[in-house]
């Protein structure tokens, strides 16, 4: 299930991005003290205690402006909030209450959203409360003081956001496998599901971005049935010609957080890019299962070579995940496509395989008498033992008597070695490094 959506909101310089820097816990959005900066939504996940969301930064909404871009930064903000399950409206107290602020008020109160107002750059609360209060003349509910820079009140903002989060998170469980296709535009994504389909489910256009929101289809194979999501195209920002498509990788983010696997769809007769590079990132950076999908293989020339050419030009772009799955089909003739249920299979098995303990410490033995660990400054790295402690993907944690001894290219080396023992193709490994004290 798609994690709860918050969208930041607010005019232009109110410290929407350092807010949303600050939740995030890195330095995502652009800041400086001209309006009209973060132009593009951003989002991040963002844990609280016990929940996981997505919260979204939006440029500076301009209630009533004649300049094109601004116009669109308000587009933009609109629609975060018609996604959204709570607003953040963000005002500053520094500036006090002004005409821009009640004008976004009526734009929440239509949109009969559930929204925290965050007064922000409150400094000190002691000195600048009375000045707080003056934004119950709003009318859209209490005012929460916080300092995005300060670090103050954030604590109690999110136990409100939290809060107003939906009932029903805890969805029934749906043990069918979901299976996210994503791309560019254009790629084939809906002609494929249509043709597993045997009908236009999907609709299929050659006009790039046809399909906006991600859409779950059921389609039944040899008596098994999988979730099939389809999702809007992501293409690069330089290309993108209506702003409602900006919000399409929101919308992938969600659809592959549902997912078990991830098709990444590419054109044969383009061949593997950087932005596919974007696209399967997304997967890789949430542990997927991934394959990638060569579609339209049926319109490209081919000799005895063109295969493994191309793979070989899909490993080299996409080196980040070596252990993806690749397809050649035609969604046009359905070509291979059947392959597709078989590597499914495979893929759903490994992303949920579990090692026993004894058998991973077998490999490992093996694997460090066979090369041994780094050391540094007359400290060698010692590996006491290994255990897997998760699926999904398939996750392991090794101690260690000095985790800072432990190479990356060294973890690479056990991975290796796991892999040739169990293969896990279609699935990345996560290893977390322990330490743990020598026994006298």
């Known amino acids: 299930m798609s994690k709860p959506i918050v969208a930041i909101v607010g005019r232009p310089n109110v410290g929407k991005s350092t807010l949303f820097n600050m939740m995030a816990g890195e330095r995502i959005a652009i800041v400086k003290d001209t309006p009209g ?16 969301f997505t919260i979204m930064d939006t440029g500076g909404i301009e209630p009533e402006t004649k300049n094109q871009m601004l116009q669109n930064m308000r587009e933009q903000a609109e629609m975060a909030i018609e996604m959204a ?14 005409d821009a602020d009640y004008k976004v008020a009526d734009m929440l109160r239509k949109a009969d959203k559930k929204v925290v107002l965050v007064v922000n750059k409150v400094d000190s609360f002691e000195k600048m409360m009375p000045d707080v209060y003056e934004f119950y003349n709003l009318g859209i509910g209490e005012p929460h003081p916080v300092s995005s820079i300060g670090k103050l009140g954030i604590g109690d903002m999110l136990d409100e956001v939290t809060a107003l989060f939906p009932n029903d998170l805890e969805e029934e469980e749906d043990e069918r496998p979901r299976v996210a296709i994503v791309g560019k535009p254009n790629v084939g994504k809906s ?16 006009v790039a971005g046809t399909t906006r929101d991600a859409i779950d289809t059921t389609v039944t194979w040899e008596d098994k049935e999988y979730v099939f999501i389809d999702t809007a195209g992501l293409r690069r920002k330089n290309k993108i010609k209506e702003e409602i498509e900006r919000y399409s990788i929101l919308r ?12 990444l769809v590419i054109d044969a007769t383009e ?50 995940m ?26 759903i098995q490994n992303h949920q395989l579990r090692i026993a303990t004894g058998v991973l ?22 590996i006491y033992y290994m255990t897997q402690v998760g699926i999904k993907p398939p996750s392991f944690v090794l101690f260690v008597n000095d985790k800072r001894l432990m190479h990356f290219s060294y973890t690479r080396y ?13 699935t990345s490994l996560k290893f977390f490094i322990r330490e743990r004290k020598e026994k006298s």
Do not use: C
């Not at 132009?39 to 205690?49: E, F, G, N, P, T």
């Open 191 to 206: 002609s494929i599901i249509n043709k597993l389909l045997g009908e236009n489910r999907v609709i299929v256009s050659d």
């Open 414 to 426: 056990l991975e290796n070695k796991i892999r040739e023992a169990f293969g896990f193709g279609g």
């Open 361 to 382: 410490n077998d490999i490992l033995t093996e694997a460090v008498a066979m090369q041994q660990p780094p050391s540094d400054k007359g400290r060698r790295l010692k």
């Open 322 to 347: 070596p252990y993806a799955e690749i397809l050649f089909i035609s969604a046009k003739t359905g070509q291979r496509l059947p392959k597709l249920f078989d590597i499914l299979e495979v893929v």
């Open 252 to 263: 992938t983010v969600s659809a592959v957080e549902r997912a078990d696997v991830v098709v």
């Open 85 to 98: 399950d709570v607003v953040m409206f963000v005002v500053d107290v520094k500036q006090g209450l002004v």
């Open 271 to 320: 061949g593997v890019t950087e932005q596919d590079a974007k696209i399967a990132g997304i997967a890789h950076d949430r542990g997927r299962g991934m394959i990638i999908a060569v579609n339209k293989w049926d319109a490209v020339e081919k000799d005895n070579h063109s295969v493994k050419e191309y793979t070989n030009k899909i490993r080299n772009v996409l080196s980040f």
């Open 37 to 52: 900066v973060t132009r593009d939504r951003i989002y991040a996940d963002v844990s609280w205690l016990k929940y996981n």
